[in-house]
């Protein structure tokens, strides 16, 4: 089959294979593939609008003992530099961005052994009654596989109980790559594929809205990036609960695994890719973290129909040595010089009725 009719199938939500993905992947021209996916997105969503979110994320804790080697954030147990913020040390944060409009809170951090489930449970209770109008998209699966084990629970009931003190929803952090031998390069002590691929399925048996996502660029192959899109996608076919799909490349510069960072070019190839290989999942968000806002522009015409959200305060790319910042006016700036209306989201991804700043 042509590359041309592989990608007009999968502009108009048609299934790529495995093997036609991995060959728009490497063998389609960039314009193409970009062209196709934007025609999918302009499909799934209003052409004119790209959402965002007004959020932040507290890293509570950057004390682990996972040790990824692609991560320069945290800290063994009993490092001098390692911290844990009280309660009040995360309300206060929490505070700060509820100020500023913030609805959604993403507190994240290492896999630390010192904290218990009723630590997170108190956190989850006082956030909520404090702030009722913010929503916890909060932890990832190596922090809840992680508090299952502490705890010596089924991770279902880790999840039951974290839902009953607040936590909205689950983020689709700590992914990477879902293929066994990528994982032991970067994170041989995190959770397995199927142990991320279980998790993900029992926060949505629960209702948890949830996301996907996949850091790509340390040591994987394209065939293995497209294999972690696979995996991804036969799980949504079963379970329809990722609300979006979020790609972003590994920062390299301050971690013991070193390496290349990808280029642009790379990044807007993988965002189209994955707009046209997971015809099942609704949203791809431009993740201008770590690429910055103009590339986040350009993600834009690749598929992307979301801009991520303002995160106020972030430390764990920044630790990477990444240097992005943006206020919610830069993001809107951005969206609308690169030719869309700004959107302002809830994390269920429903738009809000709180109105876009003005343009000036
Ligand atoms: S990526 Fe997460 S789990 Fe891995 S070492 Fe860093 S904080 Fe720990």
Known sequence: MSLRSMLDRAANGGRLSFDEGVRLYLEADLHDLGAAAHARRVQLHPPDL???VIDTTVNYTNVCNVHCTFCAFF??????????????EVLARVKHAADQGATQIMIQGGVNPELRVEWFEELFRRVCAEYPHVDLHSLSVSEIVGLARIENLPV???LQRLKTAGMKSLPGA??????????KRISA???????????????QQLGMPTTATMMFGSIETPQERIEHLNIIRDLQDETNGFLAFIPWYYIPYKTPLRGKEATGLEYLRVLAISRLYLNNIPHLQASWLTPGLKMGQLALFYGCDDMGGTIIEEQVVHDAGNT????????EEAIRSAGFKPAVRNTYWNLREEPVLSAH
């Open 324 to 331: 992005n910042e943006a206020s919610r006016r830069d993001l």
């Open 174 to 183: 700590g992914a990477e790559i879902l293929v066994e031998r990528v994982r």
């Open 189 to 203: 002590r995190k959770v397995k594929p199927e142990e991320w691929i279980g998790v993900m399925r029992e926060a």
């Open 156 to 158: 279902r009931d880790v």
């Open 75 to 88: 800290r063994p147990e009993h490092h001098r530099e390692g911290y844990t913020m009280s309660h009040d």
């Open 50 to 52: 790209v959402t965002y």
